[in-house]
Each structure stands twice: as structure tokens, then as C-alpha cells.
T-cell receptor
Framework: DVKVTQSSRYLVKRTGEKVFLECVQDMDHENMFWYRQDPGLGLRLIYFSYDVKMKEKGDIPEGYSVSREKKERFSLILESASTNQTSMYLC?????????????FGPGTRLTVT | GQNIDQPTEMTATEGAIVQINCTYQTSGFNGLFWYQQHAGEAPTFLSYNVLDGLEEKGRFSSFLSRSKGYSYLLLKELQMKDSASYLCAVLNTGNQFYFGTGTSLTVIP
């Protein structure tokens, strides 16, 4: 079974803090994604990566950065957390080149910024 | 730009058939996906269409018409456990995924 794990299920941070969300997958997938999910807005893509050290902006990259130093790990960084970044964050991975195919999602991290 | 529309909520009876529609506009098309998401859980993959027509997978089927920018997910023999949100997602030719806001399906006895 494909497994995608995220470092925390729940996280509470203060405004201005630097926040790291970690995602690890165990299926040697090339593609990894970070989304946030908000009521009424659905899943929105923040960043994605198709290879180690490679990253591409999604629909809403502002206020976020990412790091992919190893194939199995994709980190999302909030440089200076703000209250409007309170959300559910979901990581996903998929195989398939040139086009990413079925995505496997992690359990999510519910981040609250106070 | 990208636009994906699906109904917000639907209710159906156990044992019945329900069709969840999705219309999309996208800059280039590379596939359409359906995911199921139970409350408090991560989305799980249901189906993938890249060519026109119907893809059947047990009780679930998905249809695509690229010329109309239209897809539907058909759930047969509904069970209570099918109560969930159903997410339509489009992959564009830039390899970016765009999700709809999801359709919350409630199955009643």
C-alpha cells in the first residue's frame, strides 16, 4: 500500500512564526504536491514538484515556499505565518510521467495560526 | 483561467442511483479525476478519464465529454457508506491540478 505521511495532524502556531510541514511518501513517486483545503473553496494547489530539487508554483504560492532535497520528502514552509493561513494542509504524491496520474493523499495537517 | 463547477449538495436514497455532474473550463486538458472524501479524512482516488466515454469500475462509473467540458460520476446501488464529498479535478496541459469545491452526498435510508 502506498503510504503518505505528514509530520503532524494538528498544529497551533503564532502569527509571524516560521512553520515547517513535512510530507514523506514510501512508493518512490516522482510527483509530490501540497494543497490547502478550505470550506467553500475546495482543494487549492500551493506548490508541486516533479523531481528532486525541482518545484513549480501552483495556484496560490504566495506566503509559502517548498523544499525537495530527497525524492521521498517534500516540505512546505510558511516563512511568517499569518492568520489567513489557518487551514487544512494536504500533501499528495503520484507516479506517472509525463503526466501525473492518481494522487495518494496524506492524512492532512490542520494548522491554526493565532 | 480554470473553472470547475459541481453541485454543492445532493441527497439520494439507499439502493438508488445518483449522478454527480462536473463542468469545467481549462487551458488545455490532460485528464479528469474523481475523488471521494469522507468527513475528516483524506481524499481517495475513484476514477480517471482522459478520452471521451464511460469508464466503469464496480458500482462507480465516470463519463467524459471533452467537447462539452463535462463529466459525471455515477454511483449505483447506493450504500450508507457512500455518504461523502465527491471531488472533481482537472489536470491541465501544464500538469497542474484544479479541484472543484466538491459535492456533499448524503445517502438516506
Amino acid at each position: 500500500d502506498v503510504k503518505v505521511t505528514q509530520s503532524s495532524r494538528y498544529l497551533v502556531k503564532r502569527t509571524g512564526e516560521k512553520v515547517f510541514l513535512e510530507c514523506v511518501q514510501d512508493m518512490d513517486h516522482e510527483n509530490m504536491f501540497w494543497y490547502r483545503q478550505d470550506p467553500g473553496l475546495g482543494l487549492r494547489l500551493i506548490y508541486f514538484s516533479y523531481d528532486v530539487k525541482m518545484k513549480e508554483k501552483g495556484d496560490i504560492p504566495e506566503g509559502y515556499s517548498v523544499s525537495r532535497e530527497k525524492k521521498e520528502r517534500f516540505s512546505l514552509i510558511l516563512e511568517s505565518a499569518s492568520t489567513n493561513q489557518t487551514s487544512m494542509y494536504l500533501c499528495a504524491s503520484s507516479s506517472g510521467t509525463p503526466a501525473p496520474y492518481e494522487q495518494y493523499f496524506g492524512p492532512g495537517t490542520r494548522l491554526t495560526v493565532t | 483561467g480554470q473553472n470547475i463547477d459541481q453541485p454543492t449538495e445532493m441527497t439520494a436514497t439507499e439502493g438508488a442511483i445518483v449522478q454527480i455532474n462536473c463542468t469545467y473550463q481549462t487551458s488545455g486538458f490532460n485528464g479528469l479525476f474523481w475523488y471521494q472524501q469522507h468527513a475528516g479524512e483524506a481524499p481517495t482516488f475513484l476514477s480517471y478519464n482522459v478520452l471521451d466515454g464511460l469508464e466503469e469500475k464496480g458500482r462507480f462509473s465516470s463519463f467524459l465529454s471533452r467537447s462539452k467540458g463535462y463529466s459525471y460520476l455515477l454511483l449505483k446501488e447506493l450504500q450508507m457508506k457512500d455518504s461523502a464529498s465527491y471531488l472533481c479535478a482537472v489536470l491541465n496541459t501544464g500538469n497542474q491540478f484544479y479541484f472543484g469545491t466538491g459535492t456533499s452526498l448524503t445517502v438516506i435510508p
